[in-house]
């Protein structure tokens, strides 16, 4: 099992920037990719990007792609995204997730923060 918690959400203007960070604990991550997700009002939820825990490799939906930026901090087991001129279509309820790079799901879940940009 691997519990993650998130946090740092909040209410930001159009513009703005905002982290996120996400704790993870309860497993070994060198063998999972962590990923953020978001689910908007109304809308299914969508993949927003991913890192691989063990080289760094990272992946984007391309409409934040040049303005989030997913990081992991190994020592201290924390998953961030950095968030840059936030839209208000980017106001979400937004979920750190992992998955072991032997699943094709991501199978954990944390419980969201939600993200609201004002225009």
């Known amino acids: 099992q691997v519990q993650l918690v998130e946090s740092g959400g909040g209410l930001v203007q159009a513009g703005g920037s905002l982290r996120l960070s996400c704790a993870a604990s309860?497993?070994?991550?060198?063998?999972?990719?962590m990923g953020w997700f978001r689910q908007a009002p109304g809308k299914e939820r969508e993949f927003v990007a991913s890192?691989?825990?063990?080289?760094?490799?990272?992946s984007y939906h391309d409409s934040v792609k040049g303005r989030f930026t997913i990081s992991r901090d190994v020592a201290k087991n924390m998953v961030y995204l950095q968030m840059n001129s936030l839209k208000a279509e980017d106001t979400a309820v937004y979920y750190c997730?992992?998955?072991?790079?032997?699943?094709?799901?991501?199978?954990?879940w944390g419980q969201g923060t939600q993200l609201t940009v004002s225009s």
């Open positions: 890192i691989t825990w063990s080289t760094g490799m990272t």
């Open positions: 997730t992992a998955r072991s790079l032997t699943s094709a799901t991501y199978d954990y």
């Open positions: 309860g497993r070994t991550l060198s063998r999972y990719a």
